[in-house]
Each structure stands twice: as structure tokens, then as C-alpha cells.
């Protein structure tokens, strides 16, 4: 005879020890409804609170995380945010994070922002592509996980990395870094719809998308900025629009200083990512969409042209997860002390 699972209203209270309260403000978008799926089942945090982007919005529940979390999304609501948290995820326009995250880390709540509103440190720069960013939060820190561990232990506010500059620069800048890249950088990405977000444009129309493939936003696109703050050097970033929900595809170009071979390449990127556990190097196998989708990995391979001192390197990503949701759990995790892949593996 079947037995049916017991509903999440079904099981006792008791059953969770005590743990940090976490609530999201931006629930029913793509990354917050990942971000729902993954906490309701994280152990060392209670989802206390899931809110719209909008205080005029009327609950609703979320049919698709039925028997994952019963809850009711509700209005968004500041005080009931610093009531029942002790870390909140804003997973809302850049607008919004601007003027709500400043608030929370006033009242003592730490802040994990999806959108980016507090990613760039240079003013002028902050203006050209956030201008309703008018200051970052004393304790503000960029959320690359893999290269700012130990800042982000004690930040107030971690700004999460976009989903195209973390594929990126996890690819690129341990070779940066080490000095082993020389002359320009070309970065061609290509995203599924829902990085797009789940406002619906003419550009994400199924109609439009549908056996088509579409550049976007060249010499125009804010992430530029975001990736060239990190690499401190200039790369020509072009994305592209793809007809997939999700995932992302990095195929990215440098030249290598003279003298560089593909051991030098190997061995520093294998040093720089020893203690990762959510980048998987695939060396000369180079890395698919499929292998990465639904998890918070990030893969990159690489080949190298000895003769012509030239790198391609692929890196692979869900854009959803390791470029959103996962990862802002991943430095959650980081905040809290604890294993980083705790609830994400």
C-alpha cells in the first residue's frame, strides 16, 4: 500500500532545531522563487518570511514549491522584515535594493542583494549604470565567493555578482591575476530568457526567441563595467540571447604573455580553485550548458594555441543558481560561519 508524504504543515516544529531566520523580499521573480526552493530546505536556516516586490501586492501562494514551502507571499513590508530576520535576500530591481537595503543594515539586518544596485565602488561609474545608488553601506561587500571568502564573513551587505561577470571572472582572473594573460580579452556570452528577468518584453516573447539568436547590449551592457572593476583591465563583453529557460555560456579569448604554456595555464588555475567547491575545472574538456543546469557549479575549460600564444577558455554556469540564487546561498553560508555547500549539495 502507498504511504503519502507527510505536508510540510504536517511535520512538527520541533523536528528543526533553532536556527537563523531568514526572509525574501522579491519572492515570485525567477532568482527568488530559487531562492525559495533552496532555503525552505536548507538546514541551518528557517524561512520566516517570502514578500512580493510591492507593498500593494496581494498574497499569493506559489503552486510550483508546493510541499517545499507552504507559506504565503505577502506584501512587501520593511518592519516585518526586521521583525522576523536575522539575514534578508532582496531579489528586486535595482531601484528598489537601492533605496531598501540601506534600511535593513541601518536596523541591524545583514542584506544579501541580488540586483546591481551596490556592485560597482567607483562613483562615477556607480551613476552611469546604478544612479539610484547614491552611496554604498559601510560594510558593503562584493559577493564573488571563490575570491573574497574572508570579507564577506563579516559583511553587512553582500552585493552578489551578475550572473554573466561571475562566469567571467571566474574563469579569467586567476590568470589575471598571476600574470599570465597579454593584450585584449573578448568575452562572448550567451544567456538563456530567463536572465533576462520575468518582466515579459518583446525581446523574451517565445515568438521572437524561437530558433533565433540575438546579440544585445554591445559596448552598452552595465556587467562590462562590473567585470572590468575586478580584472582592473578592459575586455569587450558581448552577450547574446538564446532560446533556453536557463544557463549560460561563456566563450572567452585572451592572449597569453610569451613564454606561457598550457602547464603554466593548468597549474595556476587548479592552484586557484584547490579549496572551491562549486568550480569544477574541466581542463581540455570543454564544459556544456546540460552539465551545469539546476546547481550551483560553475565550470571552465580551457585550450591553449602554444604556437600562437592564444587561450580559449568556456566556462558554464545556471544563471538562476550559481548566477543568483545559489551562489547568494553560498555566501549566506559564508556569513554564517558554516560549510559554504550547505544546502546546495
Known sequence: ???????????????????TRVAI?????????????????????????AMS????????????????????VVPLDVDRL?????????????AASAELAPLLVDRGVRVVDLSGAFRIRNEADRQRWYPATRALPAGTVYGLSERYRDAITSARLVSNPGCYPTAALLAIEP???????????VIDAKSGISGAGKTPSERTHFSENHGSVAAYGVFSHRHTAEIEQELGAPVTFV??????????????????????????????MHAAYAGAPFVRLT???????????????????????????????????????????????????????????????
Open 1 to 19: 500500500m502507498a504511504i503519502a508524504a507527510p505536508l510540510a504543515s504536517d511535520r512538527s516544529p520541533a523536528s528543526k532545531p533553532a536556527t
Open 25 to 49: 523580499a522579491g519572492a515570485t521573480g525567477f532568482a527568488g522563487q530559487e531562492l525559495v526552493r533552496i532555503l525552505a530546505r536548507h538546514p541551518a536556516v528557517t524561512l520566516t518570511t
Open 53 to 72: 516586490s510591492a507593498a500593494t501586492s496581494a498574497p499569493r501562494p506559489m503552486p510550483a514549491l508546493a510541499r517545499i514551502w507552504d507559506g504565503e
Open 82 to 94: 526586521v521583525a522576523t530576520a536575522d539575514v534578508v535576500f532582496l531579489a528586486l530591481p535595482e
Open 175 to 185: 590568470l589575471s591575476a598571476a600574470g599570465l594573460l597579454d593584450g585584449s580579452i
Open 239 to 268: 552577450p547574446h540571447l538564446v532560446p533556453l529557460d536557463r544557463g549560460i555560456l561563456e566563450t572567452i579569448y585572451a592572449g597569453l604573455r610569451p613564454g606561457t604554456t598550457a602547464q603554466h595555464v593548468s597549474e595556476t
Open 283 to 345: 581542463n581540455a574538456e570543454l564544459p556544456e550548458i546540460k552539465h551545469v543546469a539546476h546547481t550551483n557549479f560553475c565550470d571552465i575549460g580551457w585550450k591553449v594555441d602554444d604556437t600562437r600564444g592564444r587561450i580559449v577558455l568556456v566556462a558554464v554556469l545556471d544563471n538562476l543558481v550559481k548566477g543568483a540564487a545559489g551562489s547568494a546561498v553560498q555566501n549566506l553560508n559564508i556569513l554564517l560561519g558554516i560549510d559554504e555547500r550547505t544546502g546546495l549539495l
